[in-house]
């Protein structure tokens, strides 16, 4: 018998039963349901709303419910359709009517959030753990790498000399954004909703603060209706989830390009490679591919919640179902990939030889003589097209601007002297951009220095 059939003079049928459950997904909520009916009961104990033994009672019971959840000595039913009935159905096999006291004063609406709230908190902060240890291998990566130049690229053409370590600690300030993203989210889903009922609150005197305290919440829902219909912390928390599969998609976008023979850059350790079923010479990529391709999967879940929730009226509504399926997809999603991810890039060699190269061809070093001439006095408009006229003649001749003589240098200026071949060798092109944030050895040895300080913090 349903919880909730007194109302009703005929059974549900099956197909119904099966189509309204949500137990298959939220059972991964089982350990917070019970917990917050923990506290619930204390409170309704303290609160002397039911006599302390039946509160006791209750927890004892609840927490050898948990325990035998945890040993696989209990199963979980559809006809109870979800986590947070089945394991009251459970209670009250165990103890009787003493187990129908728990549900006083709440309801499955600000039960159902309250569970969602700490199953999400936990998930935050297990990301977030995943995220440092990415963050933990860019730095690591970055140590060794601070004088590796290679190409930076704009529109995909080599554009100006860089090192390596640059161009990952430009992932990491992508992941410390994504971090204090996460941050913010967790502060808006750290707010306990138990006590908002079904949406006018209830006569009972609960202490919400107690519970809230009991749960580890900073603070608790400041209006009932929109306790049990606020679905904020999921969407943002699915946003926050869907630009960290964004960033981690931009990053093997790049690596796939610098693993492939036109590149070179970079070549994947064969435990995270596949293989061709008819090509015997082939070394894919397939990990990054799939760490690309589920970006989109998040994304799904972000827009199923935004079209779920955009027309809703105050205040639940069983829509609202169709938010745990979406968040925890995109939860499991982003937990399987970063693992994943931060084994590759730890593992990948390098190939700093191949980037030297790529970083010698294209004219990168175009922008640095246009500097040297306006540091010796020319306007950079100036020397801005006195330069391309010089990249014109180098392509219609197969030439490197290097490579020029001086008279072909003077050709275009005569300011220009000897001293013009040092300011344009790459390595002098990297060290004297030491600008905060720029490429310069020193400037990115500052970068990780900062780096290792927001990962103590």
Known sequence: MKLWSGRFSKNTDVAVDDFNSSIRFDARMYAEDITGSIAHAKMLGRQSIIPKKDAELICETLLEILNDIENNKTEFH???????????????????????????????????????????????????????????????????????????????????????????????????????????????????????????????????????????????????????SDRDFVIELAFDLSMVMMHLSRFCEELILWSSHEFRFVEMDDAYSTGSSIMPQKKNPDIAELVRGKCGRVYGGLNALLTVMKALPLAYNKDMQEDKE??????????????????????????????????????????????????????????????????????????????????????????????????????????????????????VADMITEGKRVLED
């Not at 204090?180 to 707010?191: A, G, H, I, M, S």
């Not at 922008?367 to 020397?383: E, N, Q, S, W």
């Not at 001293?419 to 092109?429: E, F, S």
């Open 78 to 228: 559809v006809d109870a359709e979800d986590i947070h009935m089945n394991i009251e159905a459970i209670l009250i096999s165990r103890i009787g009517d003493v187990g129908k006291r728990l549900h006083t004063g709440r309801s499955r609406n600000d039960q159902v959030c309250l569970d969602l709230r700490m199953y999400l908190k936990k998930e935050i902060t297990g990301i977030k753990g995943l995220l440092r240890n990415l963050m933990q291998v860019l730095i690591d990566i970055s140590k060794t790498n601070t004088e590796t130049i290679m190409p930076g690229y704009t529109h995909l053409q080599r554009a100006q000399p860089i090192t390596f370590a640059h161009h990952m600690m430009a992932y990491f300030q992508m992941f410390r954004r994504d971090i204090e993203r996460l941050d913010e989210c967790y502060k808006r889903t750290n707010v306990m909703p138990l006590g908002s009922g079904a949406l006018a609150g209830t006569t009972y005197p609960l202490d919400r603060r107690f519970v809230a305290d009991e749960l580890g919440f900073a603070s608790i829902t400041q209006n009932s209706l929109d306790g049990v």
């Open 326 to 443: 979406a968040i925890f997809d995109a939860v499991d999603t982003v937990n399987m990939c970063l693992p994943v991810f931060t084994q590759m890039i730890k593992t990948m060699k390098i190939n700093a030889g191949e980037m030297y190269a790529a970083a010698q061809v294209g004219f990168t070093n175009a922008t640095d003589i246009a500097d040297y001439l306006v540091k010796k006095g020319l306007p950079f408009r100036d020397a801005h097209e006195v330069i391309g006229k010089m990249v014109l003649h180098c392509i219609n001749n197969d030439k490197s601007i290097e490579s020029l003589s001086m008279d072909e240098f003077n050709t275009f200026s005569s300011l220009i002297e000897d001293d013009v071949y040092d300011a344009i060798n790459l390595k002098t092109c990297v060290k004297q951009r030491k600008v905060p944030g720029g490429p310069a050895p020193e400037s």
